[in-house]
T-cell receptor
Framework: AQKVTQAQTEISVVEKEDVTLDCVYETRDTTYYLFWYKQPPSGELVFLIRRNSFDEQNEISGRYSWNFQKSTSSFNFTITASQVVDSAVYFCALSEATDSARQLTFGSGTQLTVLP | EAGVTQFPSHSVIEKGQTVTLRCDPISGHDNLYWYRRVMGKEIKFLLHFVKESKQDESGMPNNRFLAERTGGTYSTLKVQPAELEDSGVYFC???????????????FGEGSRLTVL
């Protein structure tokens, strides 16, 4: 069965620091999708990125970057020069291709607090 | 374009009572999902509709939970009777395609927080 582990329950950083959120996954499928979602205080889950298992290229989007490493089953998320508005709960998730419903398996989330 | 909307945003009920949560997906999205996050744990899948049909309800915890999507538009999730362990945040999500290679981004609502006393 698939599993996503976010070992960091809470992280606090001071504004402008870089921070990396860890995500480790388990799956027996060779084809799968990895996601990151952000949950700001308003409550909704905001999609950040989707990556399929055949694309190991790292991705950068502004201050956000993602490091996908199949060898260690990790999909880590780095925020560079963090800002107070980055404070939120961040969820990593996995979806297996063999699952017809494409349901997402989420990690337990990492609460990031960026202090001014 | 309106996003996924959920109602109510917060419901406080007593054990044994009934609560109905509603989700309005993005117009035109055939796929509708219910997820929930209990007690700060991981968000867990409950079920998946394609139009009005239940495609997968393997995540529904027990028969106290009933989900419907009549007409393939909005969906309701009824909990009857509610128990203390049902407290949590219930998320609804919709997508046009099922999440896949380059399609099927899931759009989530703000969630309905349920507190059972």
């Amino acid at each position: 069965a698939q599993k996503v582990t976010q070992a960091q329950t809470e992280i606090s950083v001071v504004e402008k620091e870089d921070v990396t959120l860890d995500c480790v996954y388990e799956t027996r499928d060779t084809t799968y999708y990895l996601f990151w979602y952000k949950q700001p205080p308003s409550g909704e889950l905001v999609f950040l990125i989707r990556r399929n298992s055949f694309d190991e290229q790292n991705e950068i989007s502004g201050r956000y970057s993602w490091n996908f490493q199949k060898s260690t089953s990790s999909f880590n998320f780095t925020i560079t020069a963090s800002q107070v508005v980055d404070s939120a709960v961040y969820f990593c998730a996995l979806s297996e291709a063999t699952d017809s419903a494409r349901q997402l398996t989420f990690g337990s989330g990492t609460q990031l607090t960026v202090l001014p | 374009e309106a996003g996924v909307t959920q109602f109510p945003s917060h419901s406080v009920i007593e054990k044994g009572q009934t609560v109905t949560l509603r989700c309005d997906p993005i117009s035109g999205h055939d796929n509708l999902y219910w997820y929930r996050r209990v007690m700060g744990k991981e968000i867990k899948f409950l079920l998946h509709f394609v139009k009005e049909s239940k495609q997968d309800e393997s995540g529904m915890p027990n028969n106290r939970f009933l989900a419907e999507r009549t007409g393939g538009t909005y969906s309701t999730l009824k909990v009857q009777p509610a128990e203390l362990e049902d407290s949590g945040v219930y998320f609804c999500a919709s997508s046009q395609e099922r999440p896949g290679w380059d399609t099927g981004e899931l759009f989530f609502g703000e969630g309905s927080r349920l507190t059972v006393l």
